[in-house]
């Protein structure tokens, strides 16, 4: 059974630093990421990383945002500085599993980030 459990949420100040950590179990996964969804809008995507740890990133998060994986540990992580009020929302881990030919989407249960004074 596929599981992602996310951590590192919280309440941070504009200009500050947060950082995501997502541990997944049950399977081996070819890309892994995280997402967000602001109140109101459309989940979106922040960042990926895949196996190899290529990377993408929203424009909206570049050269603020890291992501990155620890294959050993099934885990991904996302290092956010510089945050922005713009930044809030619910963040989502996300692993993508192929198996004969099929592409599998697992989500995690998100986590609030909210960045305000």
């Known amino acids: 059974q596929v599981q992602l459990v996310e951590s590192g949420g919280g309440l941070v100040q504009p200009g500050g630093s947060l950082r995501l950590s997502c541990a997944a179990s049950g399977s081996i996964f070819s890309v892994m990421g995280w997402y967000r969804q602001a109140p109101g809008k459309e989940r979106e995507l922040v960042a990926t990383v895949g196996s190899s ?55 995690g249960q998100g986590t609030q980030v909210t960045v305000s004074s």
């Open 53 to 107: 740890s290529s990377t993408n990133y929203a424009d909206s998060v570049k050269g603020r945002f890291t992501i990155s994986r620890d294959n050993a540990k099934n885990t991904v992580y996302l290092q956010m500085n510089s945050l922005k009020p713009e930044d809030t929302a619910v963040y989502y881990c996300r692993a993508d599993r192929i198996m004969v030919m099929t592409k599998y989407i697992y989500w």
